[in-house]
């Protein structure tokens, strides 16, 4: 679980919790673990690891994506914020 990230109303925390593989975000949201990310250009940047909701609501909140380096060794985490990805 992590600590009080983003807030629901100024000033008011929100408990972020990350789904486990077999959970799944409530509804209109849908599965995203393991797609592909895409930049403006259409490049693949990286891949959805994880997925974060908020902990009171169920709503997905954050997309942890996974890129990597040119040979795929070093791979950097990046929480992204559900409302900057689109389908």
């Known amino acids: 679980m992590l600590g009080a990230v ?3 109303r100024k000033g008011e925390p929100i408990t972020l919790i990350r789904l486990k593989l077999h ?9 995203m673990r393991q797609k592909s990310v895409l930049d403006s250009g259409d490049s693949v940047v990286g891949t959805v690891a994880n997925l974060y ?5 169920g709503k997905l909140r954050f ?3 996974v890129t990597s380096d040119f040979l795929g060794l070093e791979r950097k985490h990046h929480p992204v914020p ?4 689109s389908d």
């Not at 959970?23 to 599965?31: L, S, T, V």
């Not at 909701?53 to 609501?57: K, L």
């Open 23 to 31: 959970e799944h975000p409530a509804a209109p949201q849908h599965e």
């Open 63 to 65: 997309l942890n994506v």
């Open 6 to 8: 983003g807030s629901r």
């Open 53 to 57: 909701v908020d902990e009171g609501s």
């Open 82 to 85: 559900v409302e900057a990805v």
